[in-house]
């Protein structure tokens, strides 16, 4: 496995390309200084621009107060470039006063949508205990999945992005108690 960090601000740094040195991860995110704005989904689009290009799973685990307050790029073309680099996006929303007038909750629900729509999941933290607690679950999951794939009956349609759901057949044993979680669909036509 190799892991990449990203900070992102006003601008968005490459920290720490892509690599399997735990030390040089470690080294990177310590280096981290926050800044005053979120170019979240410039980020997103950059890194799935960056993994489009990778082989294997991808996973992006994004960790922020969930806010987008200085990105070019809008949502649409951060969830497509998210969905057609195949990432499965785990989000982390930091909650620092869970009450705050200023909480931009939108930016929250729109993160999210992301995580839900590309397969993955979100997680609250109000502090670095509960980050490690996600960063488990998140761990414990990625190790815990299936990958399915087939080919569509037809390849016609108005659209170029493809719908997809995935539901256990009733006869499932514990259906009940098992959770299918996909990304909803796939573009057949390349990011531009």
């Excluded at 996909?182 to 036509?189: A, P």
């Amino acid at each position: 496995d190799a892991l990449s960090v990203y900070s992102f601000s006003e601008d968005i740094n490459e920290v720490v390309p892509f690599t399997s040195d735990l030390k040089r991860i470690d080294r990177g995110i310590g280096e981290i200084v926050p800044g005053s704005a979120t170019a979240l989904y410039d980020t997103i689009y950059l890194a799935s621009s960056t993994l489009m290009k990778r082989e294997g799973r991808k996973v992006m685990v994004l960790i922020t107060d969930g806010g987008d307050t200085y990105s070019k790029i809008g949502y649409q073309e951060a969830m497509r470039a998210a969905t057609q680099s195949e990432v499965l996006l785990y989000s982390i929303i930091m909650v620092p006063v869970e009450q705050s007038a200023g909480r931009d909750t939108g930016g929250e629900h729109a993160l999210i949508q992301l995580s839900r729509d590309t397969g993955g999941k979100h997680y609250y933290a109000k502090d670095l205990s509960q980050l490690d607690v996600a960063f488990r679950q998140i761990s414990d999951e990625l190790r815990t999945q299936y990958l399915i794939g087939y080919y569509p009956s037809r390849r016609l349609a108005s659209s170029d992005f493809r719908k997809i759901d995935v539901q256990l057949a009733p006869t499932v044993p514990n259906a009940s108690a098992l959770q299918v979680r996909h990304r909803v669909g796939y573009y057949t036509s390349p990011l531009e």
